[in-house]
């Protein structure tokens, strides 16, 4: 076959980009609500602040190659619509869920089925790396973020103090705090190493795609970022307690402040490289620049003029499907959310049968933090004896991806040991229901206590959190609803008591306190509503 005349396969290549370009666009309009909430955690959160180069690297790595994508245009195929038709109805469930990251995946996919429309299996080849790169920038959800980033507390501590002890410094480490005798160090949640592990991953996939080697050596190259960051991350942790221990306090923000920042993802880089040119060298005998190059990228056939108007049958049903579907799930989404009234823990008795309550607040900052719409915070105690401690969060709305904070992430981050950990059944005495719920025994330094905790959504009692999150996906496209709730209540282990004791008066409290919840937290169907103008997203 004749290749086509240089003209013709330049105005094809046009006309399929601005087709591309067309497409794109609605596409950027139909997801602008998930996409919005994508750069709002860029801005918010240092650890998704890398996200503003990633579509930036992605653009220039499709511009690099725009020869070969002319010319690797190739028969459309009607996967892309298809595919565009199931983005479209996985991005109206995370409209109506409020489930963020299926819209934003759903984008990703959107674009593959756009690439397939417009030139096939040929360009999608060329393009699909950029894209799929795409993908590092959309943010891990809240809930599991934070059990990430409580288990990188945990590890990066006890990581931190084998470092320290390298240096002959007696340490003890309890929880996440580094107990150095006269001083101690918390690693906290900003410490936990994720704003090194996100940025790190996307250049790691990055390094993995540049690099000119088998791909079992790439795969270790991209899945070594992970103990790369946690490692550097932990020497971080261990030199600050080296220094505090050393010079005292003063010098832990400003350690902390040099080794957070570019420093340690430098070094987290330059072990990367390093990574590279030991397998380059390894296995055939080259040096890091001789393995690592932008990839040289060809078309596998050429472009074939013509074809008729068939060809732009996919191109144009996807174009029809953003179009239609964008309208849609604008009308479908945009529906108010039930908010069900209710009374405000300000009028929460003081006194539950023979238990009797001294009412305290939270920090500003971790009110704040917590996101929460309600709580009560009591401590509890009767004449026989002993005391329990109160804490009911309550979410008018889960829709901003803020949602109840799991204590099993909140307690080792306090310094808590969590020694034992169960999921039982709460059984009323005085006859009423039986509930789950999930029970742990904590311990710092000679003091322990038995806590139980639940959730409530929207009248269910729920133990398992991931069980939680169902009910809480299910409801909000059901029923329109996302309000919930976490109760929590602890109990000490007195001297000389054992655990028993203390499960006998977190039993006795339970049974006073669950009728009283029923005010503060709506059941289902609840008795009246009222509406939020919009769901309430952030």
């Not at 939270?362 to 329990?388: C, F, K, N, T």
Request: charged share 15%; glycine share 10%; aromatic share 12%.
């Amino acid at each position: 076959m004749l290749a086509p005349p240089e003209t013709a396969i330049r105005e094809s290549g046009l006309r399929a980009g601005l087709v591309i370009a067309i497409s794109t666009l609605l596409a950027v309009v139909v997801f602008s609500g998930a996409l919005g909430e994508v750069i709002t955690r860029w801005i918010k959160q240092d650890e998704y602040s890398h996200g503003f180069f990633i579509p930036l690297i992605a653009a220039w790595l499709i511009w690099s190659r725009r020869r070969a994508l002319v010319a690797g245009l190739g028969q459309p195929s009607w996967a892309g619509p298809a595919l565009i038709a199931l983005a479209l109805v996985v991005h109206l469930t995370g409209e109506l869920s409020a489930i963020f990251i299926l819209s934003q995946v759903s984008f990703v996919i959107t674009l593959i089925g756009i690439v397939l429309g417009v030139g096939g299996y040929p360009l999608l080849r060329l393009t699909l790396a950029p894209i799929l790169f795409l993908l590092f920038a959309i943010p891990v959800p809240y809930f599991l973020e934070a059990v990430l980033t409580w288990r990188l507390q945990l590890v990066s501590s006890e990581l931190g103090v084998l470092v320290i002890r390298l240096f002959q410094i007696p340490v003890y480490l309890e929880g996440n705090i580094i107990d150095l005798g006269n001083y101690q160090v918390q690693v906290v949640e900003a410490c936990s190493g994720l704003r090194y592990l996100y940025p790190l991953l996307s250049l790691g996939f990055l390094a993995a795609y540049f690099f000119k080697a088998p791909v079992w050596q790439r795969v270790i190259v991209f899945l070594s970022t992970i103990p790369i960051t946690i490692v550097m991350n932990s020497f971080r942790i261990g030199m600050v307690g080296v220094l505090v221990n050393t010079w005292g306090t003063q010098m832990a923000d400003g350690a902390l402040h040099f080794f957070e920042g570019w420093v340690i993802f430098v070094v987290c880089a330059v072990l990367l490289v390093a990574e590279m040119h030991l397998f380059a060298r390894l296995t055939s005998g080259r040096s890091f620049f001789e393995a690592f190059a932008v990839p040289q990228v060809f078309a596998i056939q050429s472009y074939r003029v013509g074809g008729g108007p068939a060809r732009r049958f996919p191109a144009t049903a996807g174009l029809v499907l953003l179009l239609v579907g964008g309208v849609t799930i604008a009308q479908l989404s945009g529906r108010q959310e039930i908010i069900p009234e209710r009374a405000r823990f300000i009028s929460f008795p003081n006194a539950l049968g023979d238990w009797h309550g001294q009412v305290s607040l939270l920090e500003p900052q971790v009110e704040h933090g917590l996101g929460l719409e309600d709580y009560i915070l009591s401590d509890y105690s009767r004449a026989s004896g002993g005391a329990v401690n109160l804490y009911v969060a309550y979410y008018a709305t889960q829709r901003k991806g803020v949602s109840p904070h799991s204590p099993i992430v909140c307690m080792p981050g306090g310094g808590w040991r969590i020694t034992r950990f169960e999921r039982t059944t709460y059984a009323d005495r005085k006859g009423g229901k039986s509930f789950p719920v999930n029970r742990a025994v904590i311990e710092r330094n000679s003091t322990k206590q038995v806590v139980y905790y639940w959730f409530v959504q929207r009248g269910r009692i729920i133990a398992n959190e991931y069980v939680s999150k169902w009910y809480l996906f299910a409801d909000a496209i059901l029923e329109n609803r996302t309000d919930g709730a976490l109760v929590r209540v602890t109990s000490p282990v007195y001297p000389g008591e054992t655990e028993r004791d203390a499960d006998e008066r977190l039993s006795s409290f339970v049974g006073e306190l669950t009728p009283r919840l029923t005010t503060y937290l709506p059941g289902q169907p609840p008795a009246t509503v009222s509406s939020r103008s919009g769901p309430s997203r952030g």
